[in-house]
């Protein structure tokens, strides 16, 4: 199976693809926030994309691309003026992110031309003989000092702890289909899309066990007693992933019980075989965070070698890839960065077709997929 890289920019490439040709667009484009001062950040895809990836795709293909929380309104609203159906939004929750606010009551200071007494940048390990009778650093010490916490006018006193921004905890994701062509099912059964892969990502027994051995919400604790395996069908798949951090977790009451069942097949009790009858107690769902998938952000490992800035976590690509792709199909990025989505989409058995127009991200993306039989294609930037 040739997996197919291009290294250009994703409209020129697009307009060389023949219609109806991907099963799939998965991809997290830029976010229009300037992040980091990236350049390619300083705006959301165009119309122009969006509707250039919806030609390429089967009638009834999913998008699913991610975007920023302050810009999520523009990146949907592009989607669909391109003639895609905004069919939900996923959220990806996370426990990671840093607020970026404004300190008001600094501010103020600042602007009345007033300075806070100084305390020592990093936490007061300082030597005393560079600090000042009050405890402050000497002016012209080599320890480094910051403002403090005490305000030097009555205004800054007044706003004193008021911010500009909340903590950054999710990114949404933006699902979108190509119109069908007639029913669901005739769509389907032209063309192989149009649907969720339901079974195919439901969040079961194995993945809460992943979960309680992540020292994260799991079984409360514990393994669920006398359960060695788990036949049942497990949860539906929701609009929501988090990455099982205790911050994330936290945000869930504890709603778990342990579930009394009856049965002669599916799960196996300890004392009894496969298939005979028997009464017991199921999987505890303690925490309901636990029934949501889960994937924690991208590890070390996985950022080895990488230095993209929004490396997003193989487990989570390969789970959106898995949900919006018929078995054998092609899975379209045409914002592939280093290669994430690629990647995941070739783990899952999936054919893949990659773009990105800046080259020293294309050749991490190259040297990501590890000897994969790939074709490269380069096209004007």
């Avoid at 293909?61 to 309104?73: E, K, S, V």
């Avoid at 950054?168 to 069908?180: D, G, N, V």
């Amino acid at each position: 199976m040739t997996h197919t890289l291009h290294l250009g920019d994703c409209l020129d490439v697009l307009r060389t693809m023949p219609d109806c040709s991907v099963d799939a667009v998965v991809t997290d484009p830029p976010y229009g926030l300037a992040f980091m001062g990236k350049r390619w950040d300083y705006d959301v895809p165009s119309v122009e994309v969006w509707a250039e990836c919806l030609r390429v795709l089967k009638p009834g293909g999913h998008l699913l691309a991610f975007a920023g929380t302050r810009t999520q309104h523009r990146m949907a609203v592009r989607i669909e003026d391109a003639g895609f159906e905004i069919r939900d939004m996923i959220a990806w929750v996370y426990g990671s992110g840093f607020p970026k606010s404004l300190d008001v009551s600094k501010a103020i200071d600042k602007a009345a031309g007033a300075e806070r007494a100084k305390i020592p940048a990093s936490g007061g390990l300082h030597n005393n003989a560079n600090l000042n009778d009050d405890g402050w650093s000497k002016v012209g010490s080599q320890n480094p000092t910051m403002d403090g916490p005490i305000p030097a006018t009555d205004a800054a006193r007044q706003w004193q702890g008021w911010g500009t921004a909340m903590k950054p905890a999710l990114e949404p994701i933006t699902m979108a289909r190509k119109p069908l062509v007639g029913t669901v099912a005739a769509n389907v059964l032209e063309h192989g899309t149009g649907a969720l892969n339901v079974d195919g990502c439901r969040v079961g027994l194995r993945e809460a066990r992943q979960l309680n051995r992540a020292g994260s919400i799991g079984y409360g604790g514990s393994e669920p007693q006398g359960i060695v395996e788990d036949g049942g069908m497990g949860r539906w798949p929701a609009n929501l992933i988090h990455d099982g951090s205790e911050e994330v977790v936290g945000l869930f009451p504890e709603t778990g019980q342990s579930l009394p069942f009856v049965g002669s097949g599916g799960r196996r009790n300890v004392l009894g075989d496969k298939g005979c009858e028997y009464a017991g107690t199921g999987y505890t769902d303690s925490g309901s965070a636990a029934r949501f998938f889960y994937t924690a952000k991208a590890s070390a490992s996985e950022r080895q070698g990488v230095t993209h800035p929004t490396v997003k976590p193989l487990d989570l690509m390969a789970y959106l890839c898995r949900l919006v792709t018929p078995p054998g199909g092609v899975v379209l990025d045409p914002f592939m960065g280093s290669g994430t989505t690629i990647k995941a989409a070739i783990g899952e058995g999936f054919q893949a077709i990659g773009i990105e127009r800046d080259p020293a991200y294309f050749a991490m993306a190259e040297h990501r997929m590890n000897g994969v039989q790939l074709g490269l294609a380069l096209t004007a930037a």
